[in-house]
């Protein structure tokens, strides 16, 4: 699916380029139809463009040919044109020249100046739950500067054809020339505005960034978790949040991107997001003893880098994948794992991390998981479908069920009476590939045909529900669940804690054994191949709420998550204590 959007992503560049080609050609030319054509087609491209191909758009700027500069030589074409085409005296042609010059300066201007208030006003840093003190605040341009600042590139370069056409008409300099005069009093007007509260915004007190160097200083904590993704992938840092801040220990949460800033969840740890790098490592962290690494990203080096903290990788759920054994984690100092599984894994994939280095700590954030089902008078047996996304890999079909099963899995689901079905998929499914995007929307389509709600609140209901918020959770999901539906994924190992009965799909129709020795979180696992076509039999055993896998449950449970009776937030707790000491 990526290569067939690269291959449009080209097409689009194509179009555009080959538009604006043609186009000078046809201005210099005087040929109005084929200039016209050649708009269409350069448009179209750009339209493209600005939509789903917005990272070839991004090659384009990166050689030179970014939004300005094609914008440029459209208005250089319509100038071409008019003036050829036309054949305007000598003041005419002065007006067509001297028109497109003025709205350009004034664009320019306001622009430029725009970029500097920006950059004022985006603070370096935003915070959290702490107590910065008094700031300075950045005054903001009125809204009527900021609005002509914005729209007036667009705006001018619309304006510009009618307006050359009539300069040319008219064959006279000086209407033109008040016209020109009056839009660069215009403008520098805009810019004089801009640029006066952007001097307004100077002063002795404390910016944001001083203030959050004085407030490390201050209050020095000890532990951070440390997040550096985006908002589409804030889910991983969130898991950690209560864990964190149940140590007990002086904590700060450190993002690096504003709108995961934004989407982080409501935690009462403070909360640190510098974005830009040399922000970052300008902080003076020596206070830090140990810092949690929820995912594995670039920008962690920013903090990898502190040589008098330990650095420690805790991911965002253990599970069969090979994202669970990546090689990069063998930066970290350590690496904490739920249990014995996890340090098997390691072990077999071979890619660096030292044995030694490997530490069990169970899955603190189970300790809300229970595990009996629901005791709701009005409960109804109640299955969860939460398949995982689709992955990086284009040559991976099965690397979730979603695309070649999930309509199946639903259906089969809701035919079979007397069944509440839950559907909770991935926070990134649909995000790389089209067919799953599709399918889940047909997915979604066909719980509420059947009666489905999409309102959080009902989770405690009846009727069937799709959930695709951050609430409630795939936990508060768990707690009213008696079967679970999934793929190998770290959420049929969080669901073990509930020693209830649970099922993984097989899309790729591996023999039994096999699927069981590759993926070992499926030893206790209902398999269902790619037709579904055991899922009836898997419902009728299920149901009767003695199924012959529940002893194999709880062994594996212990495999995945740690010795049974230990509490694994204490252990968390520990092992901060023995880092911190």
């Known amino acids: 699916m990526s290569r067939i959007r690269s291959q449009q992503g080209l097409a689009a560049v194509g ?16 040929l109005v139809v084929p200039f016209a054509v050649a708009a269409v087609v350069a448009v179209a491209g750009e339209l493209a463009l600005a939509g789903r191909h917005t990272g070839t758009a991004e090659l384009l700027d990166k050689a030179g040919l970014g939004e300005t500069f094609r914008r440029l030589v459209r208005d250089l074409s319509v100038v071409l044109l008019v003036v050829v085409s036309a054949r305007p005296g000598v003041a005419g042609t002065i007006a067509v020249l001297l028109l497109p010059a003025a709205l350009w300066t004034v664009a320019v201007a306001t622009n430029a100046v725009t970029k500097v208030i920006d950059g004022r006003v985006d603070p370096p840093a935003y915070t959290r739950n702490i107590d910065l003190g008094a700031l300075r605040r950045v005054p903001v341009p009125p809204a009527w500067a900021r609005r ?104 700060v949460v450190l993002l690096r991107a504003a709108d995961a800033f934004e989407q982080l969840a409501d935690t009462r740890l403070p909360v640190i997001c510098v974005p830009a790098g040399v922000d970052f490592m300008n902080l003076d962290l020596s206070s830090l003893h140990v810092a949690l690494y929820a995912a594995n990203v670039g920008a962690n080096i920013h903090l990898l880098r502190e040589p008098s903290v330990k650095h420690v990788f805790v991911g965002h759920g253990d599970s069969d994948k090979q994202a669970s054994v990546n090689p990069y984690s063998k930066v970290y100092d350590e690496v904490w794992v739920a249990g014995p599984a996890g340090r098997e894994r390691y072990a077999r994939a071979d890619v660096g991390v030292l044995d030694r280095d490997i530490v069990e ?15 709701a008078a009005d409960h109804r047996f109640t299955a969860l479908y939460a398949p995982t996304w689709e992955g990086w890999l284009d040559d991976d079909p099965y690397h979730t069920s979603l695309v070649l099963m999930g309509e199946r899995i639903v259906s089969g689901l809701l035919a079979a009476g007397d069944v509440r079905v839950i559907y909770k998929p991935h926070p990134l499914t649909g995000s790389r590939s089209a067919k ?98 055991e899922l009836a039999k898997i419902l009728d055993v299920t149901r009767t709420g003695d199924d012959p896998l529940t002893g194999a449950r709880r062994e594996l449970k212990e495999y995945l998550l740690g010795p049974a009776g230990s509490n694994p937030m204490d252990r968390f707790r520990d092992e901060i204590g023995r880092l911190c000491g």
């Open 148 to 251: 002509l600042a914005g729209l007036n590139m667009p705006l001018l370069n619309v304006l510009l054809v009618p307006a050359a056409v009539v300069a040319a008409a008219l064959d006279r300099v000086a209407p033109v020339v008040v016209t020109g005069l009056v839009t660069l009093a215009v403008g520098l007007l805009t810019a004089a505005v801009l640029a006066l509260t952007a001097l307004r915004g100077r002063g002795s007190q404390p910016g944001v960034l001083p203030a959050v160097h004085d407030w490390l200083a201050r209050e020095r904590p000890e532990v951070a978790l440390y997040f550096a993704g985006p908002a589409k992938d804030v889910y991983q840092a969130n898991m950690w949040l209560a864990p964190v801040e149940a140590t007990g220990r002086r904590a």
């Open 15 to 30: 179009a555009t380029l080959l538009g604006y080609a043609v186009m000078v050609l046809s201005g210099v030319l005087g």
């Open 361 to 375: 700590v169970g899955r603190p954030q189970l300790a809300g998981v229970h595990t009996f089902g629901s005791g």
């Open 436 to 533: 799953a995007r599709a399918v889940h929307e047909r997915i979604v389509g066909r719980i509420k045909a059947a009666g489905g709600d999409t309102d959080p609140s009902s989770l405690d209901g009846t009727a069937h529900l799709v959930v695709t918020g951050r609430t409630p959770g795939l936990f508060d999901c768990f707690n009213v669940t008696d079967l679970l539906v999934s793929d190998v994924s770290s959420v049929v190992s969080d669901f073990v804690q509930s020693e209830r009965p649970y099922v993984v799909a097989n899309p790729a129709g591996l023999p039994e054994d096999e699927f069981r020795r590759q993926f070992p979180t499926a030893r206790a696992a209902y398999l269902l191949s790619a037709d579904c076509g």
